[in-house]
Structures are given as C-alpha cells and as structure tokens.
C-alpha cells in the first residue's frame, strides 16, 4: 500500500522579530498559515527507512547527504522514540522552491513525521511527537498541524487563533529564482524591536503587522522589491507581503478572479519567477 501526505506551504502572514537570543536564535511573534498545496510524501512498506527525492526541484537537493535529510531525520527519532523495527520507502516530490521562506524542509519534516506516525500505527496524539518536531526546526511544531497559528518564542511555542476567516482565502505566492539562508537572513537584522504582533482575530493581527526580515532579506535580494510590486499592482488584493525569511512573496485577494489575473500578469511579464496560485487552508 502506498501513503501520502502534502507538505502544505508555510507563510507567514506577519513576522516580528523583537530579539536575538544568547543560543543563536530570535524571540519572534509570527502568524502561521498554510496553503492547500505543497510537496508531496509517498510511503510504500520495506525494512529499511530510505529516501529518494524526485520533482521539479530535486536538483537543489542533489549535492546533499541524504541522512541529513529533515524527513529522514524524523523518520529516524520516531524509531528511536517509539522502538519501531520497521522502515519505510519514502519519496519526496519536491514541488517547491528550496531555501525560500514557504517552509520547505520544516514542512518535509511534518510531514513525514504525520505520514510514518500512521504508517507505523503509533498513538497519533503522543506527545513525544510533537518534542520531536520541536527539535527538527523551529517551524516543525507549526508544520505539524498546518493550520493557521500564532507563533511566539522561536516561532515554536504555539497559540491557537480562530483560522476560519481565512481558510479558502485566496493565495498566489512568487519567488523570482534566489535562495536565501534563515541564518543569513537573520542576521541582518539590525536589532531593532519594533513592537508586538497584535493578539486576537488573525486577519485584523496579519494587516496590522508586518514582516522584520523583508529589510534584511531585500539587501541580500534586491529582486524581492519587484515581487512585491507585481504582486501589489492588480485588483482585489488585500495584503502582499515577504513570506519567512524570504525570498518568496505572496499576496491574498478577495476573490480567485484577482488572484489569477495577478498570476496571469506575471506569468508575462517575468516568465522566470516560480509561482503557485492556490488557497490558504
Ligand atoms: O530552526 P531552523 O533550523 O529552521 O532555523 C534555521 C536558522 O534560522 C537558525 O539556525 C537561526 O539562525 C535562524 N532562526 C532564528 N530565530 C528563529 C528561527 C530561526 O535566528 N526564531
């Protein structure tokens, strides 16, 4: 039998950044959300865990050791922490942009962490399951259950927010071809605080906020500003805005008319950037 799991998109609706921490990483508030799409994981039973990665953007990966793998490393400390003899012949089809702020690797983590969990039949619940995320990155907590969530801390300590006002909402996100290291980006940020992310209703919290590493990460890729321009100038947009640590950009829209013309737009105008027009879920 053959299993799947998506890896859903991560963005970041809003990112504020309040202080760098003395173990290398930052205090941040973050709203998470997530698209309907993303890579996609298949299992088939073997003995051994194995990973073999395919898609439009294996070649990113190809120079890397597998056994560094984020969804091989999951698999491994689900082994370890539950005494699971099995394996399981995973695939990757890696859909999206590597190193681009939408979750990448940390999604790839949940997502097989969700994936073996019912693979192995282990207590889906546990909560060994969710430390484990925790120690993979920390965006694998929110990966983890890829819904909409306030992140607070290193983005890892997790505050339910009501998500329904923006499942289904529209979504078109574009990257213009650049990776970009999280620790890079960073650590460019000049180090100042510019204020807490709004509490409550996500939507209203999102608009009123803003991302703190878009400065940083426009140094490193100046292309960014032009994202945002085209992804600003259609009808129907409510708000355009870096996602993570970048380089990727999304904007959300009222409706899919707004969203796809955008898309169509740009499709034209810069054939060259990777786009995906899906719906937050
Ligand atoms: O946890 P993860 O491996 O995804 O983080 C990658 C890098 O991003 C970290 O090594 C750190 O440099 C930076 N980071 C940070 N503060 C955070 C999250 C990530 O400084 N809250």
């Not at 980006?185 to 180090?191: Q, R």
């Not at 919290?205 to 994202?227: C, F, H, K, T």
Request: aromatic share 4%; net charge neutral; charged share 20%.
């Amino acid at each position: 039998m053959r299993d799947r799991e998506t890896a859903f998109a991560k963005i970041n609706l809003a990112l504020h950044v309040r202080r760098r921490r003395a173990d290398g990483y930052h205090d941040l508030e973050t709203l998470f959300a997530f698209a309907e799409e993303g890579d996609v994981l298949h299992a088939t039973p073997a003995d051994a865990l194995s990973l073999t990665v395919g898609g439009p953007f294996a070649a990113a990966l190809a120079g890397d050791d597998p056994a560094d793998n984020l969804v091989l490393r999951a698999g491994e400390a689900l082994r370890m922490a539950f005494g699971v003899t099995a394996g399981a012949a995973l695939t990757l089809d890696k859909r999206l942009p590597v190193a681009s702020g939408i979750g990448g690797g940390s999604a790839d983590a949940a997502a097989a962490l969700r994936l073996l969990v019912r693979v192995w039949r282990l207590p889906a619940g546990d909560p060994r399951i969710t430390a484990i995320s925790a120690t993979l990155g920390a965006d694998v907590p929110a990966c983890l259950g890829s819904v909409a969530t306030r992140g607070d801390g290193r983005g890892d300590r997790l505050v339910g927010v009501d998500a329904a006002a923006l499942t289904g909402m529209p979504l078109l996100l574009v990257n213009p071809g650049v990776a970009l290291s999280t620790a890079a980006v960073f650590a460019g940020w000049d180090g100042q605080d510019r204020g807490a992310l709004a509490v409550g209703a996500p939507w209203a919290a999102a608009r009123s906020g803003r991302n703190d590493l878009e400065p940083p990460a426009r140094v490193l890729v100046p292309g960014i500003v032009a994202v945002l321009d085209e992804l600003g100038a259609g009808e129907g947009v409510r708000l355009v805005r870096m996602s993570g640590s970048g380089a990727t950009c999304f904007a959300l829209y009222e409706d899919a008319r707004g969203r796809d013309a955008a898309a169509a737009r740009i499709a034209v105008a810069r054939p060259e950037w990777w786009r995906l027009a899906t719906r937050l879920r």
